[in-house]
């Protein structure tokens, strides 16, 4: 069976659509506002929807496109290349809708994918608490069994959209003696009384997304938005990444690949000692490192996303994907402005803003370190 590595027509038109997109509404001038405001970029995705750029997972059975994980990582690289924050903000959604095409009913999907195909909207991943990060089993919400409903109570912190989303998925205890086998999943309509939304966090980078707390205060949710059996949350939330790491991965990419491209074109114009640094060696080098990492990077994110389109298991490569992918946008980023010397340590300069934005791949969906136990667990208990 022969290997190809090369795109099908249509994804070609798809990586154009998305670069093209980019090219015309990321201007410099854009970018700058999100990153210094912290203002949502709303408009930018009203251009992004019409252009049928968000929602592209959501499956055909409700109205949707239905396109697999390759496809969505084409779009992510491109968009992440011209701003993460934004990118962000863009593609945040797709985790919370994961664990309802995986797991959900088709009454659910319904109910909570098919309208996002109607005007933009957005939905958010309520996991992570203020004292539960990657230690899920930490987290301390609960859903208490009242009749035919249940009633949670409990704190979310770090979630992306929070500020923004129709509607969270909530991932909490139904019986806390089960450890993760006692974790539900559950949807959560904003409008459901009970629910605060916090204030904004004002980040290191990625200032465009909507990042906050939430706190849940006798939210009462019907058992129909119960995702699965009473117990299923932990394997339907952690399989939700499976799906979503290689698009933050492909986003690494992108940025990465933003990154290096800026730092390839100052060096050929700044010059010193009588001609362009990247005639010296110790440039040209770190240039030489920048290319091959971005390209390894995004050969790994292409086979996470083809493996999980071809309904195989990919827990091991999304990992991989995700450790090599994030740890290069951060070097790589780090490196440009190395490249561009005190320009780079300057706010006039875009690899300052790279640099910043690129920590947080290291930390979200799952650290660096998380990872790197993901790829020992599947080497040492898999094979």
């Known amino acids: ?10 994804q070609e038109d798809l990586q154009k659509l998305a670069r093209d997109f980019v090219r015309k509404e990321f201007s410099a001038e854009v970018v700058r506002h999100h990153d210094a405001t912290g203002e949502f970029p709303r408009a930018v995705l009203e251009k992004a929807f019409e252009l049928g750029l968000m ?15 390759v496809a969505g990582t084409l779009i992510s690289e491109e968009v992440a290349a011209g701003c993460t924050g934004i990118g962000t903000a863009m593609e ?13 009913d088709d009454d659910q999907k319904r109910r909570f994918l098919a309208p996002m195909l109607e005007k933009l909207s957005f939905a958010a991943y309520g996991v992570t608490e203020p004292g539960a990060g990657s230690d899920v089993q930490g987290i301390k919400t609960t859903a208490k069994k009242v009749g035919d409903d249940y009633v949670i109570n409990g704190s979310k912190m770090w979630i ?3 500020g923004v989303a129709d509607w969270y998925f909530v991932l909490a205890y139904t019986d806390k003696s089960a450890g993760v086998r006692g974790m539900s999943g559950f949807l959560v309509p904003r409008s459901t009384p009970g629910i605060t939304v916090g204030k904004k966090e004002w980040n290191m980078g990625q200032r465009a997304s909507d990042t906050r707390g ?10 129909r938005n119960r995702l699965g059996a009473e117990g299923e949350g932990w394997k339907i ?44 060696e110790g440039i040209a080098f770190l240039i030489a490192d920048m290319a091959k990492d971005v390209e390894a990077a995004r050969q790994l994110v292409r086979l996470a996303a083809w493996t999980i ?11 991989y994907a995700k450790a090599f992918a994030a740890d290069t946008a951060m070097r790589v980023a780090t490196d440009a402005v190395q490249v561009f010397g005190g320009n780079g340590f300057n706010a006039e300069y875009p690899v300052e803003k790279l640099m910043r934005d690129a920590k947080i791949f290291q930390i979200y969906e799952g650290t660096s ?11 040492f208990s898999r094979s």
């Not at 939430?214 to 058992?223: A, D, H, I, W």
């Not at 389109?309 to 990992?319: E, I, L, M, S, V």
């Not at 370190?369 to 080497?379: D, L, M, S, T």
């Open 1 to 10: 069976m022969a290997i190809d590595f090369s795109l099908s027509p249509e």
């Open 55 to 69: 929602n592209v997972h959501i499956p055909q059975e409700v109205g949707g496109l239905g396109l697999g994980s």
């Open 92 to 104: 945040a959604s797709q985790l919370a809708q994961a664990p309802v095409i995986i797991g959900g």
């Open 160 to 162: 992306t959209n929070a």
């Open 214 to 223: 939430l706190t849940f205060e006798e939210v009462v949710v019907p058992k």
């Open 237 to 280: 939330a952690m399989a939700a990444f499976d799906h979503t790491r290689p698009m933050v991965a492909a986003a690494a990419v992108g940025l990465a690949r933003s990154a290096m491209e800026h730092a390839i074109a100052y060096a050929r114009e700044r010059t010193a000692f009588g001609q362009p640094i990247a005639m010296q």
């Open 309 to 319: 389109d071809q309904g195989r298991r990919n827990t091991k490569f999304a990992a």
């Open 369 to 379: 370190q998380i990872q790197r136990v993901i790829i020992a667990k599947e080497i």
